[in-house]
Structure formats: C-alpha cells, structure tokens
C-alpha cells in the first residue's frame, strides 16, 4: 500500500504540473463573484439565490467532470509515452498497483477542485443570505462520486487507448448513464426511432452506471429531502462500479505488451 | 564455472502490425554468466528491446521461456533482483533527486527505515552526491544516465540490464559511465549492456553476442568471439639483408630493407624459433584481431536486412 502511495503522490505532484489547478482558480473566481453579479441585475426580483446556485453547481458539475475526464483518460497513455513507466513496471509491483496509483492520484486533483469551487459558491452566497449553504456540498459530493466513477472507465479505456479515444469513450459513458433511461426510451421510441436502436439503448443504458442518479441539485435546489442514507448508498454504489472498472482495467493492462 | 543470470530458452515472439505479423525474436537461445559485464548488440529492429522487455517483465514471449537466476522472467522474485535503466525515460523532473530515488526504492520494496540510506548510498555511488536536492530538470543529460543507474541500483539488484546508456552523450561522458560500470561488476553486479556502440562493448564486457532478424549471430567470451581471428604483424631485421628462410610465413619487403609478415598467433612461437640465427632484431611484433565491428559488419549484412 506504500508503494501504491508513494506512486499516486509522483502523479498527484505530476498532475499539479500540468497547472489545471490554474483553471479552478479562475473558475473559483468566477463563483466568487456569480451571486453578487447576478443579485446586481435582479431588479428586485429575489431569484439570485437560486440563479446562481443552479448556474453555479452546474459550472462545478461539468467542469469537474470534463477536469476528471481528461486527467484520467490522458495519465497512463503520457506515462508509456514518455517511457517512464518502464523503469517503474520493471519493479516487483503489479500492474493493479500501478492503475491504482494513477487513479488515486486523478481522483485526489478531482476532488481538490470540487470541493474548492464548492467552498468558493458556498461562501459568496452564504455572504448574500447570511445563512450558510451548506447544502451545495451535498451536490457537489453526488458530482464527485459522478466524476469518480467516469475517472475509473476512462482509466480503465486508457489502458488499451489512446487518451483521445480513451475521452471520448469515456464522454460517451458519461452522456449515456447521465440520461435518464425514460428520456432516451422517449426520444428513440417517437417518430423515426427504430426497435433496435431502442433496444441497443436500452442494453447499454442497463451496462452502464446509472449516473442519473447522483443527480441532485433539483432536489436539493427545490428544497426536497433526501432520503436518510442516499448519499450511503450513492457511495456504495460508485465504490462498486470503481471497483470493477479498476478490476477491469487491470485485466486488460496484463495482457497488454509495453 | 560461473553460474547464469539470465537464459533465453527458445524464445519467439511476434508483433501484430498494418504491414502484417513481424517476428520479433524467432527462437532465442542465450546465457548470460553471473558477475559479468554482457554486451547485446543488434542493427536497429534486430529484437534488441524485445529481448529486453521480455526479460524486465514487460512483455511476454509467445514461446519460449527467460529466466533470472532461476525465477521466471516477469514475476516478482525475478522483478526484485533487475535494476532497469530504459534506452530513452523521461523522468519526472520536477522531482529532486532525492525524492524520485526514495519512491523508487520503495516500490523495489526497501523498508522505510533504509530508504534514506540507500538513496544517499546509490547517488554516491554513480557520483551524485552532490546533486540529492537538485531537481532532475537541472540536471545534464549525462547526470540523468547517472541517475538512471542511481534508480537502477537502489534496489539492491543482482542483475543491472542497461539500454543504449551511453547513447546521445559526449566522450568524456561515455567514458565515466563505463567506469563506473566496471566498479559495479567489481562490486558483484551482473550487467546486461546493449549498445549500438561496439568499441564500447569491446572495451569492457567480457561476453557477448550479436543478435540480428530476431536469431542469435554468435556469442561467447570476447574472445571466443573474437579469439579465431587474431593475428601477429611481426617485423625483422636480418642479419644478411635477406629474406627469412623457412615456410611458416611469406615475408614482404619494407622500405627500410627489414621483412614484414602476418601470420597466425598460434604460430607465432613456432616461427621465432626458426628464425633464430638468421635475425639481427625483431624490429616490430603485434597483436591484432578483427574488431567487433568488423564481426558486426559481416553477421548482420545489410542486403539480408533488406530483403526482409
């Protein structure tokens, strides 16, 4: 376990390099000044409070997940590119290790920008209410168990892709869990929608992860409660799914000549 | 009789290409001796880093088995006694030395507690001392080879395996890397040297082998290599200003009246002693034998390259 560590905090550090926290600043500025921005042209109208907390987790939604798709997808293609995986390969470590650290190390930037675009929208609106929302960060939590999991597909793809095919077909997971199953059934059972296609839909939708489900900000936005252990269970299930998309990825990365 | 560090049994292995399957190694029997330096040498696509590959575990053989000092190639007894110094790496170089050589030797498994020492221990050994703190980034390409060999050896390994180290670096360079390999092997280390640069195989290993179309061309000592080939140049004065006598060798006149022959090195003695009473002085006598090179040149010819 050390050394699956040691490994993550090279690529963690790595991964800082490549100076993508640069961009969480700046959209943590943005968030910063959102709900004053948008308060200022309210023209009385006392909707700011939910403008900016569904423009803003929405920023954080697609942003953290767009962050985690390319951090993931482009890791270990980079590292057999530049070779610097073999000095590390030729080590008494397993390749699940390896996977391992590369994915611990994805999901630590990940969750460093969730959580402080979170604090950043959480504080510049609880300044306005004078009351602390601290529900953007059950949102934002369900966006980084999302992320979380598309890291791991997109890590497990990278092991027999390249990273732009390894991104694309992990954005393509993303788009096909995110829909909601009725939606799809909707829009390929109207006019022009064939049988098959339904049903290759419906296939992959029930493959896939279910990623609707970590859907919150409706909810929460519109004041639903949520309820008791969701979130337990939305842990339990991301954990499954990285699980098998680590597993999976370890598979097909032994076969796979360097 | 020194026992082997590493043996190639047969080995094949191919690649799945556009162009179609190319045979990358077709059936590669070779014996590495324990405590040796052993150079590897191969035109480009000879099957040079196949081999290597194959022997650090990272790829598989399709047939065919390699072993290191008993243990299978690719598993984790044999991974833990390899040091691996790739042809071209580029470390992460915004590590200081220090820092990238101690997560090396704690995926090599050192306990925690020694990793300071063995790291101090490894760059003092390949002369960077001086340099722990600095970032890889400010580093010469030179020093980087040192480093390289620091993370190779930090983890105690029996068998140092080596990819065209002295590659792309100036003669000064070169050279202090090949010291530094003969105190290695002075230390115990087995190292396996590739090199497209044969006068530095020739310089330091003592056993090796030509690889070429993924066949073995020949191996052995240097000089069961090169041994066949040896010849003497031998130079005389006679005492009456004529030729020789004798039938050992054909003698040539030089331009400053003394006799000049090349024969044999076996022969040598032989022809000394039937030039005695006829030979003021030996002028010249030396030893010369066909490079490596030259071997080279004649076991990979380049129109068999070609015509596959």
Redesign the interface.
């Known amino acids: 376990m050390t050394a699956v560590l040691r490994l993550s905090r090279l690529y963690f550090l790595g991964k800082v390099r490549q100076q993508v926290h640069l961009a969480t600043l700046f959209l943590g500025v943005i968030l910063f000044m959102l709900p004053a921005y948008v308060n200022a042209f309210s023209l009385g109208v006392n909707a700011f409070e939910k403008i900016s907390k569904d423009f803003g987790l929405t920023l954080i939604h697609y942003f953290g997940i767009g962050l985690s798709i390319l951090l993931a997808s482009s890791s270990i293609p980079n590292d057999i590119e530049k070779r610097s995986v073999y000095p590390i390969l030729a080590r008494p470590l397993n390749r699940s290790q390896y996977i391992t650290a590369h994915y611990l190390a994805t999901v630590a930037i990940s969750a460093m920008s969730f959580f402080f675009l979170a604090g950043c929208l959480c504080l510049s609106m609880s300044a306005l209410t004078k009351a602390w929302e601290l529900n953007v960060f059950t949102v934002v939590f369900a966006s980084f168990l999302q992320a979380a999991i598309v890291s791991a597909i997109c890590i497990a793809f990278s092991t027999f892709a390249g990273s732009s095919l390894a991104a694309t077909l992990g954005t393509v997971v993303f788009l096909l869990g995110s829909l909601p199953g009725a939606l799809m059934r909707f829009f390929l059972a109207g006019k022009g929608g064939s049988n098959l296609m339904l049903i290759v839909a419906t296939l992959l939708k029930a493959t896939l992860p279910n990623l609707s489900i970590f859907a919150l900000k409706e909810p929460i936005l519109s004041g639903q409660a949520l309820p008791s252990n969701y979130l337990g269970s939305l842990s339990a299930y991301a954990i499954g799914w990285i699980a098998f998309s680590i597993l999976f990825a370890t598979v097909l990365f032994n076969r796979r000549d360097l | 009789m020194s026992t082997a560090a590493v043996k190639f049994e047969s080995v094949k292995k191919t690649?799945k290409s556009r162009q179609g399957r190319i045979e990358a190694l077709k059936g590669l029997d070779l014996v590495i001796p324990e405590g040796q330096i052993f150079g590897f040498a191969g035109p480009n696509g000879a099957g040079k880093s196949t081999s290597i590959?194959i022997l650090?575990?990272?790829?598989?053989p399709d047939e065919g088995a390699v072993t290191v000092f008993g243990h299978p190639s690719g598993s984790?007894?044999a991974?833990?006694l390899?040091g691996?110094?790739?042809?071209?790496?580029?470390?992460?170089e915004?590590?200081s030395a220090k820092e990238?050589l101690?997560?090396?030797a704690?995926?090599?498994?050192i306990p925690?507690n020694e990793i300071a020492g063995k790291c101090e221990e490894a760059l003092e050994r390949v002369g960077l001392s001086d340099r722990v703190n600095y970032r890889l980034k400010e580093f010469s390409k030179g020093m980087k080879q040192r480093f390289?060999i620091a993370?190779?050896i930090v983890?105690n390994p029996k068998l140092l395996?080596l990819d065209e180290l002295t590659s792309g670096l100036d003669p000064k360079a070169q050279a202090e890397l090949l010291t530094l390999l003969t105190e290695l092997k002075a230390q115990g280390l087995t190292i396996f040297f590739s090199s497209h640069h044969l006068r530095e195989i020739e310089k330091i290993c003592d056993s090796v082998a030509i690889i070429h179309q993924g066949t073995l061309r020949t191996s052995g000592t240097l000089d069961e290599v090169l041994g066949e080939d040896v010849t003497v140049s031998l130079k005389v004065m006679t005492k009456d200003g004529q030729e020789p006598k004798g039938e050992l060798a054909q003698w040539r006149r030089d331009s400053d009246g003394g006799f000049l022959t090349i024969i044999k090195k076996s022969e040598t003695l032989a022809l000394i002693q039937s030039l005695e009473g006829q030979v003021e002085r030996i002028h010249n006598l030396e030893t010369r034998r066909q490079s490596l090179e030259e071997i080279f040149h004649r076991m990979t010819p380049k129109e068999e390259a070609e015509k596959s």
């Open positions: 690649y590959k650090v575990g990272l790829i598989r984790k007894a991974k833990s390899i691996f110094l790739p042809e071209v790496t580029l470390y992460h915004f590590m990238l101690a997560i090396h704690t995926l090599s498994g925690a390289g993370q190779a983890g395996v």
